[in-house]
């Protein structure tokens, strides 16, 4: 499991070969200038050397010509690495859409996931080949850092934030991960490996492993037990909140009138600390769940909320089944081959 050169990993993902690309160009420009400028040196020093002891040296006023080349050359130079690394930051970093996704939590010494069907994994991740990936990030103490070598993916998990990052796979293996950032005693251990499958042999994995609720059904049972429909209904039935149905996704106007998009990181403060963002029209009444909840329970509960979106165009009182069964979870929907 080696790529073609000995000092690089393995490459499996849509966005590695470009990584790799852009690393060999800058590579490859840094050693063209260190050869160019170490040859004209040793050039210069035996051309120009001193050859007897009273030799006074022409007065030499200076080139704007060359001065002018050796600004913009570099500056060209500078910008082809500037936008060619914009374009791969941007094709990695810009959410991903029709994409599995995946609840992670990092905590002391070890990578928590779920899948939205409910499956759960330590340390290891099935995925299919050829589908997107898209890994929704928490931590239950301190900075964490997923870092997949083959796929040249490397983000943080942070206190109090989601992260979100995403992936292709392109071939079926085992691509080791690991810890990139220093969390204590066992950080060297906190790691394991993706599993990249056939579509099929993906789609046989979970339905081996099905049987756990899925992160919505589970986050539907807390909103229940923590009386979040009293005030939430779904259709804003219990009036002292926003409508929930929806709400993932949407656009929300604020009280200040500023707008903000209600994704994960927006729901998730808006359970801890409700009065950080009111939608306009709502006192600021609700109290905060901070410390009620686990990581994991938030993002349940986050999962739950996201659930009554993508369910929007179904009857809000028919959520049990949405909840429950696997078959209605999102399915990879076309194989790619
Ligand atoms: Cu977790 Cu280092």
């Known amino acids: 499991m080696q790529s073609w050169f000995p000092f690089v990993p393995e490459s499996a993902s849509t966005v590695s070969g470009e990584v790799e690309a852009l690393y060999f160009y800058i590579w490859g420009v840094t050693a063209f200038f260190v050869l160019l400028i170490s040859i004209v040196l040793i050039y210069f020093v035996i051309r120009y050397r001193r050859r007897n002891a009273f030799e006074i040296p022409r ?5 704007t010509k060359l001065e002018t080349l050796w600004s913009v050359i570099p500056l060209l130079i500078a910008m082809t690495i500037f936008f060619w690394g914009a374009k791969v930051y941007f094709a990695q970093y810009r959410p991903a ?6 609840y992670v939590v990092g905590k002391q010494w070890m ?19 050829g589908r997107k990936v898209k890994l929704i990030m928490a931590t239950e103490d301190v900075i964490h850092d997923l870092f997949v070598p083959a796929f040249r993916t490397k983000i943080d998990v942070v206190p109090g ?10 071939k079926p293996g085992r691509y080791h991960f690991f810890c990139a950032e220093y969390c204590g005693m ?40 923590l009386g979040c429909a009293s005030c939430h209904g779904a259709n804003a039935e219990g009036g002292r909140g926003p409508a929930l149905l929806g709400l993932y996704g949407s656009k929300v106007v604020l009280n200040n009138n500023q707008t903000v ?4 990181s927006y729901l998730r403060e808006s359970i801890l600390n409700p009065q950080a963002k009111i939608a306009t029209g709502f006192g600021p009444i609700m109290p905060s769940f901070q410390g009620q909840l686990s990581e994991e329970q938030l993002l349940q509960v986050v999962a739950y909320l996201k659930s009554l979106s993508t369910a929007k165009p179904e009857v809000p009182t028919a959520k049990p089944a949405v909840a429950a069964s696997p078959g209605a979870a999102p399915k990879p929907s076309a194989s790619p081959k």
């Open 59 to 63: 007065p030499i006023e200076g080139s």
């Open 97 to 102: 859409k029709n994409a599995i996704e995946v």
């Open 111 to 129: 990578w928590k996931f779920q899948h939205s069907t409910g499956q759960r994994e330590i340390n290891e991740l099935h995925v299919p080949v």
């Open 161 to 170: 934030k989601y992260t979100t990052e995403w992936f292709e796979a392109t």
């Open 186 to 225: 066992n950080h060297s251990g906190m790691g394991g490996y993706v599993v990249v499958m056939e579509p099929a042999e993906y789609e046989n994995w979970l339905s081996g492993n099905a049987g756990q609720a899925s992160p919505a059904a589970a986050g539907r049972g807390l909103y229940e037990s």
């Open 261 to 264: 998009t209600g994704d994960e």
